[in-house]
């Protein structure tokens, strides 16, 4: 009877003592379980005196199930306790102020062409949206390319089949527009382009251009100027001015490259514009005749221009950015720099 007195004052003790289900668990597992205190104890009634044996073995059973009913009232105590505390930790204020939704904001790509468009619409012109997947007639026989053109190499063309390939120029619209309007029009498209080459610093096989062109009565390199003039001032400002230098391209003719006054020392001479003054941005010229030719334009009536640029060429200068890579490394912390 002594050593049931003592496991029981020893086992209430405890229990009194237990602040979490894991140390309750253990307070049970030692009186309780199968190899536990009053477990041992019932395994050595066998040595008492017969006597005291039937007393022995009633008082151990009664304290299983007292010991056993008290656990479970402190483990009701404590899962009480706990989820209390739960609670506490995990209450809303329903009167504070919620957090601001983050808002995305249009990648910097996404709001030069957004500028651009609206620069174009408001010089009078109209949008097209072209396919990415395009036919090789329009991507290169349309715009008067020779079979011997560098451009016809499959090292700068992802080539599908003999008929398709990923277009390497937006100005592969134009023959679609030929194809069904009359003149006078004037069109431009912006969107994404592929060439064969290795990505670095100034190359990507991926990239934006836009492309603009005009057939009207009359149409000559003076309307070109004027309204590449106004589209650079547009873009970088009304200090802008605009250069045309020779060059050769198979759909215009003539063909010209065209800058503009250096937007970071106002064609004074700087680093970045290489003491000239000037920053070179794309191609234009007249239509090529042939090609208005083809479509059965009649050329003593009609002339066009057309022009085109790399969009990423824009933001670049803008912002002073040195690596291309940068607009499609999904780099937030390049992206967040240019508010939407």
Not at 28 to 37: C, D, F, M, N, P
Not at 99 to 115: D, F, K
Request: with cysteine.
């Amino acid at each position: 009877m002594t050593e049931i007195d003592r496991i029981e004052a020893e086992a209430n003790e405890r229990l009194a003592a237990c602040k979490s289900l894991a140390e309750l668990e253990a307070v049970e597992t030692e009186y309780l379980g199968r190899k536990g205190a009053l477990s041992e104890f019932l395994k050595g009634i066998g040595k008492l005196p017969p006597e005291e044996r039937p007393t022995a073995g009633q008082r151990c059973n009664a304290l299983k199930q007292s010991l056993a009913a008290a656990v479970e009232a402190k483990r009701a105590a404590i899962e009480e306790t706990e989820g209390a505390s739960r609670l506490e930790a995990e209450r809303v204020d329903v009167t504070m102020p919620g957090h601001p939704p983050r808002v995305g904001r249009a990648h910097i790509l996404s709001q030069t062409a957004r500028r651009i468009a609206q620069a174009l619409i408001g010089l009078g012109f109209e949008r097209y949206e072209g396919p990415e997947l395009e036919q090789y007639r329009y991507n290169f026989e349309a715009l008067n390319y020779p079979e011997e053109h560098p451009a016809m190499d499959e090292q700068d063309t992802f080539w599908i089949d003999d008929v398709y390939l990923l277009r390497t120029q937006t100005t592969s619209f134009q023959g679609r527009i030929f194809e069904v309007r009359k003149p006078p029009f004037r069109i431009f498209t912006i969107g994404r382009c592929f060439r064969n080459e290795a990505v670095d610093r100034t190359h990507s096989h991926t990239f934006h251009q836009v492309d603009a062109f005009m057939v009207d009565e009359g149409v000559s390199m003076a309307h070109l100027k004027g309204t590449l003039a106004q589209f650079a001032r547009l873009m970088f400002g009304e200090g802008v001015n605009v250069r045309f230098r020779p060059d050769f391209f198979p759909f215009v003719e003539p063909g010209v490259d065209y800058a503009i006054t250096c937007i970071f020392c106002a064609g004074t001479g700087c680093g970045i514009c290489k003491k000239s003054g000037w920053i070179e941005l794309g191609g234009a010229g007249l239509v090529h005749p042939d090609i208005l030719e083809n479509y059965r334009i009649d050329t003593s009536r009609y002339s066009g221009f057309a022009f085109g640029l790399g969009v990423e060429r824009i933001p670049m200068l803008q912002f002073g950015v040195d690596d291309l890579r940068y607009f499609t490394d999904n780099d937030l912390r390049f992206l967040r720099q240019f508010g939407g």
